[in-house]
């Protein structure tokens, strides 16, 4: 199916694409945040690998699905809150589960979505982290309020850029707090590994498999 473009003046312009023409409740929202060489003025640059070309190579999937982009020089953590009001537009705009939202990152986008979820953990209903450290201005107080949401983490083994024990003791951190945390380790992967790991049906699966009940509804 083809990804929209939407040009957005007062937030970040994003990719979307809307869920399957036979879904006839509301349906998960799958918010995806990508790593620093994607960022720029061009929202093709995001189609051409990992999760974004996934969906737009893709027949129609059974959730609706968004990318943002950054411009150049920017964080996450820095449109934080243009991040946040793109999910409350979409939520009033689309037929968009509220407690069937997922958050995703790749390399920088990780550490967004680690930041925005412990921020707001009561947004989301799954995190899936892809090559990505947490960032270093998270708290474990901010960090415990993660404990409620189910987190994939995947890694690849020969991943040059982000050393496989700071993401085995985070792992072990949100367990010990009480938190759900699967750690996939790619044995031959390195850093990009993103359309090994969006493309996974057990992945896809899980997206629309995570429900977090009482989240209001945005209006």
Known sequence: MTVEHRLNTSTLPYLFSPVSADANQPAPLVLFLHGARDRGNDLNVLLKWGLP?????????????????????????DRESDVIALLDNLI?????????????GFSLG?????????????????????????????????????????????????????PIEDTEYIVATLRGLGGTVDFTVLPEGDHFIADEVYSDSKLQQWLISQNRRNVPLVV
């Open 92 to 104: 009033v705009s689309q037929s968009i589960d509220p407690s069937r939202v997922i958050i995703s």
């Open 110 to 162: 990780t550490a967004g979505a680690w930041h925005i979820a412990a921020s707001n953990p009561g947004r989301f209903a799954g995190l899936v982290a892809v090559s990505g450290r947490v960032p270093k201005t998270l708290e474990e107080t901010q960090l415990a309020g993660l404990k409620e949401i189910p987190i994939q983490i995947f890694q690849g083994a020969k991943d040059e850029k982000l």
């Open 53 to 77: 070309r996934f969906v737009n190579e893709s027949s129609p999937l059974p959730y609706f699905f968004a990318a943002p982009q950054l411009p150049e020089g920017q964080t996450w953590l």
